[in-house]
């Protein structure tokens, strides 16, 4: 059997993105650097499809100097089933009540963003921003067998 790669549909994708959940995000550096590159958690919102993400800013952080540089998103899993991943890419846009639309603050009422504990102090003793991306692309794949 050979394995290829399928494109999933807007309800697959959806369905597989859920409301939240943990991927990696890359942050464009620069051109002789690589990427800024860290595991992240996000929420979804399938009505916009827009992804929120909550983000460790300050005291050395690199993503708050890599905010107006390109991204790409990643989050995927391994089932029974084979592979599935969705890759979304664009431009970060912060977010706070004060300076987003209704319909943002909408949907971040709609989305999860899991809590991750991987700093090396506790959570209550780092700052985090929140940060919309609404994708320029966004593709889910999924693994299929195929018979030779």
Request: negative net charge; proline residues 6%.
């Amino acid at each position: 059997m050979v394995n290829e790669a399928a494109t999933m549909d807007e309800r697959e994708r959806d369905a597989f993105l859920g409301v939240g959940g943990t991927g990696v995000i890359s942050f464009a550096g620069d051109p002789d650097e690589p990427p800024h590159t860290v595991p992240v958690s996000y929420g979804y919102d399938a009505d916009t499809t827009a992804f929120f993400f909550r983000l460790a800013v300050g005291g050395g952080s690199e993503k708050a100097d890599a905010v107006d540089r390109p991204v790409s998103f990643v989050t995927y899993e391994r089932g029974e089933e084979g592979a599935r991943s969705v890759v979304a890419t664009g431009t970060l846009e912060h977010t706070s009540e004060s300076d987003i639309a209704t319909e943002t603050l909408a949907a971040l009422e709609r989305v999860h963003i899991p809590i991750v504990d991987i700093f090396e102090r506790p959570p209550s003793q780092v700052d985090f921003e929140f940060y919309r991306l609404v994708p320029d692309t966004l593709e889910g794949r999924t693994e299929s067998s195929t018979a030779v």
